[in-house]
């Protein structure tokens, strides 16, 4: 599960409002893949612009039905360049942004070599523009991007990507309810790639004293997505943890 997106991460403006940072840990059982995986993930604003990173890691290598550690990984680091917050371009940002990752499959424990491997998440630079829209409040927001898309020896006939994160905080006017995702698209080779990760997350903790602690889930949306052909959807829960 990668989350690109960059798993609902831009949408944490609105959160930034009242705070310039924040880093959370998930944790999630994909019931699409049958493992676990957990993400770290971190936005920063200061008075350049904002910085956003996450970390996945699938925890899948086994030896029988043993999980003995972590298989797959995949990391993205965006900032937003903007020099000019008090000014009526204020919405409009500069993006620059980095992915990639590795995985295996198999393990070496009893396993024939042919049946052990590993692939590479080709590296991806990318630049452009992100346009920032919200309500008054900031408890909705919506972060339109337009980027360019180089993959390091992975061709593509049209090298753009269009990125919608959107967040709403207190959903259906209930607190500690927040609907947030992202929608990708982009092109590998000729064809075209969709990836979709909307999330609903209850603060549960503020109902016993303990506001950092986070309940809910995200379904994966993904059309010729990691190797699948066609439009696949993988339900995941989990936990989060707001530092």
Known sequence: MFKKLFIAAFALLAMATAANAQTNFQTFYDFGRGHFTTTMEGFHMDNWGNTFFFIDYDYNDRDGNTIISPNNTYFEI????????????????LQLEYNGGFGTWGNLLGVPVADYGAFAVNSAFLTGVDYFLHSGDFKN???????????????????????????????????????????????????????????????????????????????????????????????????????
């Not at 900032?79 to 940002?93: D, E, G, M, V």
């Open 78 to 93: 965006a900032r937003c360049l903007n020099f000019w917050q008090n000014s009526k371009l204020a919405p409009l940002s």
């Open 141 to 243: 927001t919506l972060n339109l991007k337009l980027l360019y898309k180089y993959f390091v020896r992975l061709p593509s006939k049209l090298p753009l990507q269009f990125t919608a994160v959107w967040g709403c905080q207190d959903l259906f006017g209930l607190g500690g309810l927040r609907f947030s995702g992202f929608a990708d698209f982009w092109c590998e080779y000729d064809r075209l790639v969709f990836l979709s990760e909307p999330q609903l997350w209850y603060q549960i903790g503020h109902l016993f004293g303990c506001d950092n602690l986070h309940i809910g889930g995200e379904v994966e949306l993904s059309y010729n997505f990691a190797g699948m052909e066609g439009f696949h959807v993988m339900p995941c829960l989990g936990t989060k943890w707001v530092f």
